[in-house]
Nanobody, 124 residues
């Protein structure tokens, strides 16, 4: 079992930055992929970024490439999502998730554990 708690969301103007945190507890030493997803009102949950817990291999959705940075601190059992140059279309509830690295890490259904979500609102 893994428990995830997100924090760091809020309201920011377009062009600004926010850093999201995902604190993990439980069986965090397993070979997990840590993903960030987001869901805007009326839309499906979509992939944002992923990192492997052990080696820190990363990947991003095209829509955030070059603006967002995912990282993790293994000693603190915390994953981060640094979001820069934010746009109004980044407005959504952001979720972190943990799942096996042996699954398709870009699909929400591949993840076993989810946080409660944190709201990010970008004003124009």
């Amino acid at each position: 079992q893994v428990q995830l708690v997100e924090s760091g969301g809020g309201l920011v103007q377009a062009g600004g930055s926010l850093r999201l945190l995902c604190a993990a507890s439980g069986r965090t030493r397993s070979p997990y992929a840590m993903g960030w997803f987001r869901q805007a009102p009326g839309k499906e949950r979509e992939f944002v970024a992923v990192t492997t817990w052990s080696y820190g291999v990363t990947d991003y959705a095209d829509s955030v490439m070059g603006r967002f940075i995912i990282s993790r601190d293994v000693d603190k059992s915390t994953a981060y999502l640094q979001m820069n140059s934010l746009k109004p279309e980044d407005t959504a509830v952001y979720y972190c998730a943990a799942g096996s690295i042996y699954r398709w890490v870009y699909a929400p259904g591949s993840y076993d554990y989810w946080g409660q979500g944190t709201q990010v609102t970008v004003s124009s």
